[in-house]
């Protein structure tokens, strides 16, 4: 298969999605910060609103034809794609929070996942914290493939090696999404190429300066069969199983990697695995 090679950025544009990726980390530092019981969605989708204009960017969900919220906030079981409301949190709770953000006309996307804790469910909280730790450890582990990669589908080798090798601490494993990937990213929120969470077949295109990808886990407590609920968005899992739900955008340029979604460029995540970003000149 080809692939255009428009989906590579020039130096000048990688420069100019450093901006945009620092608001949407922002955005999400705000908002993780202020999940707690009590707090609702909706409350939560406007601090990243304030987040996200105080430096600078508008928010890119909204640009979305039928999305009208800043951020997607999922909880318990819906995965991804959840649209902010007044059902107030609850502890014990697991909350997925995407969030991205526009400026100059270049995009940032990342997504976090919060447990908040629940002294009377310590078994639930613990449960729901490896969940999302091994989410987040495999979004780290494909960060760190790219590094090393000739071709962009070794991300998701990686993805689905750790995940695999770190199941459920009852037992079992966990699922990995296949109907929801990442992408591309740039001019666009959504671009080419598509970026698998789990080994495919083809080695997808070249990894080398210029390629910017928004990678996405998205790992559930049990079957990775879904639906989307009536909103005709929110995406949860069949079973009633717990999701997370982690993402960061990373750009590769001539000198290594940066991961512009993360205020260090992934700098404390990826040095427990060799890596060592290098910030965009």
């Known amino acids: 298969m080809g692939f255009r090679r428009s989906i ?4 000048a544009q990688l420069r100019l999605m450093v901006a945009p990726g620092l608001a949407t980390a922002a955005s999400l530092a705000a908002v993780r910060a202020a999940i707690k019981p009590g707090v609702t969605t909706l409350e939560l989708d406007e601090i990243a609103e304030q987040a996200i ?13 039928g999305y009208r919220n800043t951020v997607c906030a999922s909880v318990n079981d819906a995965v991804v794609h959840g649209i902010p409301n007044d ?28 447990v908040i804790p629940d002294p009377a469910r310590p078994e639930l909280v613990a449960e729901r914290e490896r969940l999302s730790e ?18 962009l589908n070794e991300v998701g080798e990686a993805i689905q090696d750790y995940v ?3 199941p459920p601490a009852g037992g079992g494993e966990y699922g990995i999404l296949t109907e929801y990937i990442g992408h591309g990213i740039g001019r666009s929120m959504h671009e080419e190429p598509p970026v698998f969470n789990y080994r495919v077949r083809p080695k997808g295109p070249e990894v080398k300066p210029g390629l910017v990808v928004a990678i996405e886990p998205m ?10 609920g009536d909103d005709d968005w929110t995406v949860f899992t069949s079973d009633k199983a717990s999701a997370a739900h982690w993402e960061h955008s ?9 991961v512009l979604t993360a205020p260090d460029g992934g700098a404390a995540d990826l040095a427990p695995l060799g890596v060592v970003p290098v910030p965009i000149a």
């Open 250 to 258: 990373v750009a590769v340029h001539k000198d290594g990697i940066w």
């Open 87 to 114: 059902v107030r949190l609850a502890a014990g709770d697991i909350v997925s929070i995407d969030s991205g953000a526009e400026i100059d006309g270049w995009n940032g996307d990342s997504a976090i996942t919060v």
């Open 53 to 65: 204009h105080a430096h600078g960017g508008v928010s890119n969900f909204k640009m979305v034809p």
């Open 134 to 151: 091994v989410t987040r450890m495999s979004l780290w582990h494909g960060i760190a493939r790219l590094a090393r990669a000739t071709h």
């Open 164 to 166: 695999e090798a770190n």
């Open 8 to 11: 590579y950025k020039s130096p």
């Open 219 to 228: 790992i559930v407590g049990g079957t990775t069969d879904t639906y989307v």
